[in-house]
């Protein structure tokens, strides 16, 4: 299966895209994960895009399709398939896709469009704790990682700051509109309610999954 999973930021996507890539064995590209570890690896492509991200803005869609376009490149895609976690962003990156995958001979299956009142994402992402080793994200109220644990194993994305929460929300309300409304004229789309509990959004997900494989 090839997938996009999109929604506004803390709507739930790579909690969600977790789920869906061990459930149906496909493979995660998150363009945030990708510009997270070449920060974390100080590389040029970090350096660049670290200015962009702490301040809740797009990083410029040259680099970001060059980096997508390198990864659909790879063996495992055609094999096991894929979920584009957080790209295409832009309709630009929407149309780059479109070339790209129509250039691998892929179609896509579906989108995921995981919807939610705004209004309730500033406290899902300020209260959000990611496992230093693992990765893994967790919440301290919403989904906290066992009763007891020690935060110091714990810490927060630097864009999850209020400061750079709202520029991020202005960013993607303004250009996901576009995008959905591109992928609905195909048909593609499968509007979820962020508005449940974890699991229940996933219920929801693979009700829709299932029908697509
Ligand atoms: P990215 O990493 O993609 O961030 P985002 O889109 O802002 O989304 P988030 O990862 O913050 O939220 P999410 O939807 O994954 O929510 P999560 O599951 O973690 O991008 C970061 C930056 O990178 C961008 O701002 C940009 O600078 C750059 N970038 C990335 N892609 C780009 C592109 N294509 N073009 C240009 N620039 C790009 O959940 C959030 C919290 O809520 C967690 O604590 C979780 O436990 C909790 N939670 C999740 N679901 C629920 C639920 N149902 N109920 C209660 N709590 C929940
Ligand atoms: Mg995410």
Redesign the pocket.
């Given at each position: 299966m090839n997938l996009l999973i999109m929604?506004?930021?803390?709507?739930?996507?790579?909690?969600?895209?977790?789920k869906i890539v061990e459930q149906f064995n496909i493979a995660h590209i998150?363009?945030?994960?990708?510009?997270?570890a070449a920060i974390g690896n100080e590389t040029g492509l970090g350096l660049l895009?670290k200015s962009?991200?702490d301040?809740?803005?797009?990083?410029?869609?040259d680099?970001?399709n060059g980096i997508?376009k390198e990864r659909l490149a790879q063996e495992d895609i055609k094999t096991k398939g894929f979920l584009l976690?957080?790209?295409?962003?832009?309709i630009d990156?929407a149309h780059a896709l479109d070339q790209n995958l129509a250039d691998l001979g892929i179609a896509l299956d579906g989108v995921i469009n995981?919807s939610?009142d705004p209004a309730k994402?500033q406290e899902?992402?300020s209260?959000?704790?990611i496992h230093k080793v693992t990765g893994e994200?967790?919440?301290?109220v919403?989904?906290p990682p066992a009763e007891t644990y020690n935060e110091e194993d714990y810490y927060q994305?630097e864009?999850?700051k209020p400061e750079?929460v709202a520029r991020?929300l202005e960013?993607?309300i303004a250009q996901g509109q576009p995008i959905i409304d591109h992928y609905r004229t195909q048909n593609l789309v499968h509007d979820i309610d962020?508005?449940?509990?974890?699991d229940?959004?996933f219920a929801d997900i693979e009700k829709v999954l299932s029908g697509l494989k």
């Open positions: 929604g506004l930021p803390g709507a739930g996507k790579g909690t969600q895209a977790a998150s363009t945030g994960d990708m510009f997270r895009a962009f991200m301040a809740g803005n797009l990083v410029p869609d680099v970001t997508v976690d957080g790209y295409p962003r832009t990156q995981i939610i994402l899902r992402l209260g959000r704790i994200t967790f919440h301290k919403f989904n994305r864009d999850d750079s991020r960013v993607n962020g508005d449940q509990d974890i229940l959004v």
